[in-house]
């Protein structure tokens, strides 16, 4: 069975940079179309980016597009998410995702979740 977990997390200053890492083991992650969402406290749930089966394909939601890149590493069973220029509003918890077939923004869409890294964004 597939599981995924994040690392690399942690505190970050206003527009700087921070790279989060999710490992994929079980299966291959190139099997998957994997995504980020996150969760800030009193929020939903919301889609961050994410990327197809081989890594080809990215799709961002808007307030990180620009900002944020989506890899994925299906030799190393990875995948990352490098956030640049980071926003006080970025803070959140970030949860790794993956799903048999195409990538999408839905979250209820994908069966396998990590237990989430925390962001804290100082300004």
């Known amino acids: 069975q597939v599981q995924v977990a994040e690392v690399g997390g942690g505190v970050v200053q206003a527009g700087e940079s921070l790279r989060l890492s999710c490992v994929v083991s079980g299966r291959t992650s190139s099997e998957y179309a994997m995504g980020w969402f996150r969760q800030a406290p009193g929020k939903e749930r919301e889609f961050v980016a994410a990327?197809?089966?081989?890594?080809?394909?990215?799709y961002y939601a808007e307030s990180v597009k620009g900002r944020f890149t989506i890899s994925k590493d299906n030799a190393k069973n990875t995948l990352d998410l490098q956030m640049n220029s980071v926003k006080p509003e970025d803070a959140a918890v970030y949860y790794c995702?993956?799903?048999?077939?195409?990538?999408?923004?839905?979250?209820?869409?994908?069966?396998?979740w990590g237990q989430g890294t925390q962001v804290f964004v100082s300004s």
């Open positions: 995702a993956a799903k048999e077939g195409y990538a999408t923004a839905l979250a209820g869409r994908y069966s396998v």
């Open positions: 990327t197809s089966q081989a890594g080809v394909a990215t």
